[in-house]
């Protein structure tokens, strides 16, 4: 079964409009942490943002925060002020409790342009 | 220097040759993965080393084979690869335990013919 499901290949989002990422995820641990990653045409993956399962607020990094509903095992990104340097792949994934290896599991990504 | 180096970033290789990747952390971390990227296809882990030693494998043919002499290098040794083979190679770091995200390197696009 797929632990990371991206359901949304493509997206479109007005520069300077706020735009929903969506995410959800399946594990039975308690202890889990959930990353969102930003990839760029030129390959690099750039870390975003970070929620762990027992925070109890909803991360934020500048224009980005992520809608944690852990009851809903869902791991939204929310990206405010789009900018057309937003344009790129999106990935969620997580690092189980469990993993003794530190491993990450990717979803399938996203694909964001924003227009001008 | 940045983070996270990869050398080559691009390379073309025969079936039948034999090629190195090259992978440089200059973050202070102790634990280093490769991943690799086929077009339309989640991240593929491959490999994971922790304080240098690989605690995981996941189920990647011979024909890759890695080498991790210390915390701040990770080489792929790649060697009579297949075309579908060809792809991005991903290598990160980050420190141990679960809060820690990992930093990746730009990647080695790689194509084999």
């Known amino acids: 079964a797929q632990k990371i499901t991206q359901t949304q290949p493509g997206m479109f989002v007005q520069e300077k409009e706020a735009v929903t990422l969506d995410c959800t995820y399946d594990t039975s641990d308690q202890s889990y942490g959930l990353f969102w990653y930003k990839q760029p045409s030129s390959g690099e993956m750039i870390f975003l943002i970070y929620q762990g399962s027992y925070d109890e607020q909803n991360a934020t990094e500048g224009r980005y925060s992520l809608n944690f509903q852990k009851a809903r095992k869902s791991a939204n990104l929310v990206i405010s002020a789009s900018q057309l340097g937003d344009s790129a792949m999106y990935f969620c994934a997580m690092r189980e409790g469990s993993s003794n290896t530190g491993k990450l599991i990717f979803g399938q990504g996203t694909t964001l342009q924003v227009k001008p | 220097e940045t983070g996270v180096t990869q050398t080559p970033r691009h390379l073309v290789m025969g079936m039948t040759n034999k090629k190195s990747l090259k992978c440089e952390q200059h973050l202070g971390h102790n634990a280093m993965y490769w991943y690799k990227q086929s077009a339309k296809k989640p991240l593929e882990l491959m490999f994971v080393?922790?304080?240098?030693?690989?605690?995981e494998n996941n189920s990647v043919p011979s024909r890759f084979s890695p080498e991790c002499p210390n915390s701040s290098h990770l080489f792929l040794h790649l060697h009579t690869l297949q075309p579908e083979d060809s792809a991005l190679y991903l290598c990160?770091?980050?420190?141990?335990?679960?809060?820690?995200?990992?930093?990746f390197g730009p990647g080695t696009r790689l194509t084999v013919t």
């Open positions: 990160a770091s980050s420190r141990r335990g679960q809060s820690y995200e990992q930093y």
């Open positions: 080393y922790s304080l240098e030693e690989r605690v």
